[in-house]
């Protein structure tokens, strides 16, 4: 047996955002603060800040941040991976990656970091994974009900976490599950 690099895309994120906080922790104490978070409505720089709305999501706040995304990633990424190609599926993030930041940057003076955006994309769109035409998976309205409406939940609560960005990958996740064909049956 051999080791295999089995999802390109997944991988090679997971392992550039262990590396960036590394980096971080040992070498670079502003590196996240400077090129991987989107500062929030007042603080955001044209054109400063335009690559900061690509990288927020490779910078995490600290370990336990960065495995409660990756988890999730991993267990669901290299499904999605193979069954929509690493294209589409590095297509998918970065769409979600920007429109979490843009719109965060347009709604919130707080600024944003993390892959969680990306993570609720994943696992809205892993419940499309076996959708025939014309139908809707119920496995999708359930994932919906629960995954998001508690999102919807806890904005009202105050704390450090971007429920908007979880509801706005979610979304995205579910945009791309409907209007993605390459991975349906015909």
């Known amino acids: ?48 800040n335009i690559v900061n709305l690509f990288t927020h999501v490779i910078g995490h706040a600290d370990w336990p941040h960065l495995i409660s995304n990756f988890s999730i990633i991993l267990l669901v990424g290299p499904m999605l991976e193979e069954n929509h190609g690493s294209q589409d599926i590095f297509f998918m993030m970065i769409v979600t990656a920007v429109a979490t930041g843009l719109l965060n940057v347009i709604f919130f003076s707080t600024g944003l970091l993390g892959a969680s955006g990306i993570v609720f994309m994943m696992i809205l769109l892993a419940s499309f994974t076996n959708i025939q035409r014309g139908e809707i998976p119920l496995t999708f309205i359930l994932v919906l009900l629960l995954y998001l409406g508690e999102q919807v939940v806890q904005i009202f609560q105050q704390d450090s976490i971007s429920q908007f960005a979880h509801i706005v990958g979610g979304f995205l996740g579910s945009i791309f599950g409907f209007i993605d064909r390459s991975a349906t049956k015909k």
């Open 1 to 48: 047996m051999r080791l295999k690099y089995n999802s390109p895309v997944v991988l090679t994120f997971t392992f550039i955002s262990a590396g960036v906080l590394l980096l971080h922790q040992f070498l670079f104490p502003n590196l996240i603060d400077i090129w991987f978070t989107v500062p929030g409505h007042g603080y955001f720089s044209f054109p400063k």
